[in-house]
Every structure is written in C-alpha cells, then in structure tokens.
C-alpha cells in the first residue's frame, strides 16, 4: 500500500490501463472505509479544449479509475468539477469526452456551477465550498500537472478550487490567491491524487502548448505533490507560496529530501522538464490587480502573439486587468472591470482571440 511519503509513477501512452496499474499497487481499494462511501473524482475541466491540449484531464485516466472501482465492487461514484469563471462546464463536459465517460459507465456528473454552497471555517478562514463535497466520503482529486500565469504552477492544491462557486472563485483573486488555497486545503483533503502528467501545458493553464511526457502520478500528499511538481518544472515551493503556506497549516510535506519518487517501469526517474517562461516575457505590460484566472489567462497568450509579430513595440502604457480596476479611469484596459477606461476590450471575460484583435487594433491606430 502506497505511503504518504512516496509518488508513485507509470510512463507509457495506454492511459487507461497505465491508471489501473496505478491503483492496483497503491491498493486504492484497501484505503476506502466501505462498498457503501461515496466516491469523488475532481478532474480539471478548466475549458472546454481536448486533453492533447495540455490544459484537461484526460477521460482515459478517469475511465481507468472506475473501471478499478467497478471491478472491486464500489458503485457509489461521481464526477464533481466547474470551469474557470467565464466557462460554462457543460460545455468542456461535452466537448472534453466527459457526457460518453459518464453514460458508459452510469456515473453521474455533478457541475458545481449549479450547486448551492455553504460556508467552511478554514483554520480561520471562512470559505463558500459546493454542497456536493458534503456528500463524498472519499476524494479522489484528479489534476493536470501545468503551468498558470499567476501561480506559475497549479497541480493538487489549486485543482480543489473547481468545488468552489464562482462567486468564491473570484474572491480568491481579491485575495491573492496563494493565502485562501492554502486554508482550502485544511477542509478539501483529497484521500487520493491522481495526477495527468501526459502533456501539460508548461505556461498556461488553458492549454495550447503541450509538452508530451506520457506519464501518471499517484500520491496521497497534495503539499508533497506539488512540491514534486516544483522540482520538475524548474521551481521550488518558496516560488509557489501556496505549496509552503499549506504545508505550514499542516496539509502535508513539501520536503522531497524524505520523499520516495518510485517509477513502476523504470523510466523517466531523473525527469526534468524545459524551462518554459513565455509569461515572463510579456507579463510586465499588464497593471494586473486581482484579476481572474481566465481574463488574464486570456491576455497573456494575446500578448505573446502580439510580441511575436513585433507589435509590443508600440505599446507605451501598460493595461489595466483585472478587479481592482473596478469604477476607476485610464488609458487602456482589459475586461469589464475596465470599462471606465478610455480604450477597454469588452468581455467578462474576453476570449484570446477577442483580446488579440482589440490591442492589434488599438497598437495600429498608434
């Protein structure tokens, strides 16, 4: 049976019975109270693109884990996740391969955009979390390894933010968002993770930029997870303060000198990833201030086109995003919260290519 200590991982392009390998020697079964527990599984449905994007979990991984359940007899299992604000989930539900996941397998999906919440007390903390989480008795927390353009990485940790509603979500903006994923750990404990390392994204979390390396992770440590997931994209924890503020609430261990990394065919042990820093390029242009993870996830791959074409070299003010621009004035901004300003690309939030076009025609005009 896995320890907390150790990650276990599987290279190989058969997801589905690379999963089930996983399981079977981490001996998920014997870690769940009963045949009557519900089961979660929180896959990341941040948008709706295809796996090979690098942003979504693959539906293999998860079809390999209830067919694991299902042929150990536990058929009290769900699906629980909700797109990044500006998303409807329903539709990564459709075109990510999740509606054909849950009706062959009769597993229900439960969009946490149309749930009711209530409040958690989080070591001091109050968080809003989705209802649905007081109905699983077991977690299995199902992130894509990634990289984001304002956490640099998310993995484990930030993949419980899909249970919150979207109202919460956007308060974790306001917040910083390192501080209240952290205190969301001490409530949304998964008792097993799962992790997509097939071909994450290394700089944005929508996807668009995959880098291929076929491989799945199992752990039972979200804090030792990440920090692993650190490690391999070139980061240590103090460079993501959500994985250390965690770990300082007692979540789990950042501390992979007493970690166990344990390939179960023997490749990619010595793994190390590219270092991929598209964002720092292009970030300082943005007068960023609690903005959303899609507004803003939105606007750098825009202005990494727009620095592609040499067009960044016209642009004199930086822009204005996010929050905490609400109700005030100026030059140029992105979103709605900046509609006061005298240029604003409209849109709560505006797609790439809606952000692309309207900066293209504002540098043009210079």
């Known amino acids: 049976m896995i320890r907390k200590n150790q990650i276990l991982k599987l290279y190989g392009e058969n997801y589905k019975e690379m999963t089930k390998q996983l399981l079977r020697a981490a001996d998920l079964a014997g870690r769940i109270p009963s045949k009557e527990t519900v089961i979660g599984m929180k896959p990341n449905l941040v948008c709706p693109t295809p796996a090979d994007y690098g942003a979504t979990t693959h539906p293999e991984i998860i079809a390999g884990i209830i067919e694991y359940l299902q042929e150990n007899g536990y058929r009290r299992i769900l699906i629980a996740e909700g797109?990044?604000?500006?998303?409807?989930?329903?539709?990564?539900?459709?075109?990510?391969?999740?509606?054909?996941?849950?009706?062959?397998?009769?597993?229900?999906?439960?969009?946490?955009?149309?749930?009711?919440?209530?409040?958690?007390?989080?070591?001091?903390?109050?968080?809003?979390?989705?209802?649905?989480?007081?109905?699983?008795?077991?977690?299995?927390?199902?992130?894509?390894m990634k990289g984001h353009c304002q956490t640099k990485v998310t993995c484990a940790l930030k993949n419980m933010k899909g249970l919150l509603p979207d109202s919460e979500k956007r308060r974790f903006h306001r917040m910083g968002l390192h501080k209240p994923i952290a205190h969301l750990a001490t409530v949304l404990k998964p008792d097993f993770i799962v992790t997509d390392h097939i071909c994450g994204d290394l700089d944005f979390e929508e996807g668009g930029n995959p880098v291929v390396r076929n491989c799945i992770m199992v752990s039972?440590?979200?804090?030792?997870?990440?920090?692993?997931?650190?490690?391999?994209?070139?980061?240590?924890?103090?460079?993501?303060?959500?994985?250390?503020?965690?770990?300082?609430?007692?979540?789990?261990?950042?501390?992979?000198?007493?970690?166990?990394?344990?390939?179960?065919?023997?490749?990619?042990?010595?793994?190390?990833?590219?270092?991929?820093?598209r964002i720092l390029d292009v970030a300082y242009l943005a007068d960023e201030v609690d903005s959303c993870s899609a507004c803003y996830g939105n606007l750098i791959p825009a202005l990494c086109r727009l620095k592609e074409e040499g067009l960044l070299e016209n642009l004199k003010e930086r822009i204005a995003i996010g929050q905490g621009h609400r109700g005030k004035h100026g030059v140029l901004g992105v979103g709605q919260c900046t509609k006061g300003f005298d240029v604003s690309v409209p849109g709560c939030p505006p797609d790439e290519e809606t952000i692309y076009q309207g900066l293209k025609a504002y540098l043009s005009n210079k």
């Open 83 to 144: 797109s990044w604000v500006g998303d409807r989930t329903s539709d990564a539900y459709e075109y990510c391969g999740y509606r054909a996941l849950s009706e062959t397998y009769g597993v229900p999906f439960i969009d946490t955009k149309k749930e009711s919440a209530h409040t958690e007390n989080c070591a001091g903390m109050d968080l809003k979390i989705t209802d649905v989480t007081k109905r699983i008795g077991f977690l299995i927390n199902v992130p894509v």
């Open 220 to 277: 039972l440590d979200p804090v030792l997870t990440d920090s692993y997931v650190c490690s391999l994209m070139n980061y240590t924890p103090d460079d993501v303060p959500y994985v250390r503020l965690a770990e300082k609430l007692g979540c789990g261990s950042a501390d992979l000198a007493q970690a166990e990394i344990i390939c179960l065919n023997g490749a990619g042990e010595e793994e190390q990833l590219p270092v991929r820093r």
